[in-house]
């Protein structure tokens, strides 16, 4: 059974950055593709990032794009999220999630593993 922990959320001003990032353990990571999602209170959760497995590919939706960056490093089993210039309206839980196979998906249900979340609050 594969665990994915996520760890780096805060609190942090307008402007700042965070890095977060994401363990995983119980399975082959590099099979697995990674991404990163967020759910703001009241709202749906919601695609922030992915990456290939290979890790030469990344995709963004328009909303981070140029703000966020997704990385992952296979030898130690970890995807990152570096986060730049943030906005009050990132302000969220951040969810790490993996899928078993090669195609990028943006729909949280495509995703078999999830991670517990880590909160992301940026205050303006």
């Known amino acids: 059974q594969v665990q994915l922990v996520e760890s780096g959320g805060g609190l942090v001003q307008a402007g700042g950055s965070l890095r977060l990032s994401c363990a995983a353990s119980g399975g082959t990571f590099s099979r697995y593709v990674m991404a990163w999602f967020r759910q703001a209170p009241g709202k749906e959760r919601e695609f922030v990032a992915a990456i290939r497995r290979s890790g030469d590919s990344t995709y963004y939706p328009d909303s981070v794009k140029g703000r966020f960056v997704i990385s992952r490093d296979n030898a130690k089993n970890t995807v990152y999220l570096q986060m730049n210039s943030l906005k009050p309206e990132d302000t969220a839980v951040y969810y790490c999630?993996?899928?078993?196979?090669?195609?990028?998906?943006?729909?949280?249900?495509?995703?078999?593993?999830w991670g517990q979340g880590t909160q992301v609050t940026v205050s303006s």
């Open positions: 999630a993996g899928r078993d196979g090669m195609v990028v998906k943006i729909v949280d249900k495509e995703y078999d593993y």
